[in-house]
């Protein structure tokens, strides 16, 4: 009986996930997860304490505002989503659009080839 108590809340994460709002807000989890591991190693590349990875002072700068970017998308949904609140398809859209380039400017910088695009696609953000 006890391990069925215990297995009650995983089903109800199961259960929420076959709904259209539980599939967009594992999505931002899925996401908020993957920007984490993407992003733990930034730090010391941007420090230049990786060795054989040089990142430009340029390069930095765009990475920093698509993280921002990203990390604000990310700040705002989950804000959304233990509020309470339903999130849109749209919102969900956008941030997998916008981690998908920051991953591709990410991966360019470290490899010292970023690719053109990555400066149109991040737009400054304030701080």
Same mark, same amino acid.
């Given at each position: %009986?006890?391990?069925?108590? @215990? ?14 709002? /539980?599939?967009?807000?594992? &999505?931002?989890?899925? =996401?908020? !997860?993957?920007?984490?591991? =993407?992003?733990?190693? %930034? ?8 060795? /054989?990875?040089?990142? !430009?002072?340029?390069?930095?700068? =765009? ?7 990203? @990390? ?7 804000? $959304?989503?233990?509020? /309470?609140?339903?999130?849109?398809? &749209?919102?969900?859209? !956008? ?5 998908? !380039? ?9 490899? /010292?080839? %970023? ?5 149109? &696609? @991040?737009?400054?953000? $304030?701080?």
């Amino acid at each position: %009986m006890k391990k069925l108590f @215990f297995l009650l809340p995983l089903v109800a994460v199961v259960a929420c996930a076959n709904t259209a709002q /539980g599939k967009l807000r594992q &999505t931002v989890f899925n =996401l908020d !997860s993957a920007y984490h591991l =993407l992003a733990n190693p %930034m730090p010391d590349v941007m420090a230049g304490k990786v060795p /054989g990875v040089t990142v !430009s002072d340029a390069d930095k700068v =765009l990475i920093k505002r698509a993280s921002q970017t990203v @990390f604000n998308q990310l700040s705002a949904l989950e804000t $959304s989503i233990e509020a /309470g609140k339903s999130i849109t398809e &749209t919102a969900v859209s !956008s941030l997998q659009a916008d981690f998908s !380039s920051l991953t591709t400017c990410w991966l360019g910088a470290k490899e /010292g080839t %970023m690719p053109t695009t990555c400066a149109a &696609t @991040f737009p400054e953000v $304030s701080k």
